[in-house]
């Protein structure tokens, strides 16, 4: 499984870089299948003119308008609803998965209600998140980034990964997202994590970790 975990989209070169090594191939040979789904879930983003800021790549965060081949919308809160024939074979046919931010366990219960959360281990595609689309990928998500409240009443998410992450560190609309918070929220989860501003990513391939940063993160080892 490949994974490229971003804080807020292929937001410079060098992340650009590592998605073509993942895809091993041009993006304009590459078709996508972009995931608005976490943006309902979260009151600053979504239903709206940022979802759909988000599916037709005029968002200020580069995910769908990055030229790619096709892009297609996979909208996981209409898929308990219609035949798993009409879309599996459309997501493991797809080169990569454009998961938008929003909130973590908003994704994560429609990750698990529409049954692509079984689906992810397997398939070819390499899935690319974006905060909220990043950070479901981990084992929870820390009561510090708490919105929605899940049916289960917790924080726990996909587990795909043994780290969690904490996005958007010192961005100027975020004030409170500094470095001496995300000590307090790792102190929190207790376990190994990562910090990363808006000029960072985290790829996984196979399970091995590799930063790829312009900006400014950290890995907590606890």
């Avoid at 809160?77 to 990569?96: F, G, K, M, Q, Y």
């Amino acid at each position: 499984m490949k994974l490229l975990l971003t804080s807020a989209g292929v937001n410079n070169q060098s992340i650009q870089n590592a998605l073509v090594g993942m895809l091993d191939k041009p993006i304009a040979d590459s078709n996508a299948l972009c995931i608005p789904t976490a943006m309902y879930g979260h009151p600053w983003v979504g239903p709206g003119v940022k979802t759909w800021e988000f599916i037709s790549g005029k968002s200020e965060n580069p995910m769908v308008n990055l030229g790619w081949k096709s892009v297609g919308v996979l909208e996981l809160t209409a898929l308990p609803s219609i035949s798993r024939d009409h879309w599996e074979p459309l997501v493991r046919e797809t080169d990569v998965l454009l998961v938008s931010g929003g909130d973590a366990l908003f994704l994560y219960h429609w990750m698990r209600q529409s049954g692509l959360a079984e689906l992810l281990p397997s398939l070819k595609a390499v899935y690319v998140g974006m905060s909220a689309g990043s950070m479901v990928m981990a084992p929870k998500i820390g009561k510090y980034f708490v919105g929605w409240t899940s049916p289960t009443g917790g924080d726990e998410t996909l587990g795909l990964v043994d780290f969690a992450i904490f996005p958007h560190l010192d961005h100027v609309m975020l004030p409170d997202n500094t470095m001496g918070a995300a000590e307090s929220w790792v102190a929190e989860i207790q376990g190994p994590a990562y910090a990363i501003d808006d000029q960072t990513a985290i790829k996984v391939i196979d399970g091995a970790v590799e930063v790829v940063s312009e900006g400014n993160w950290r890995h907590f080892t606890l």
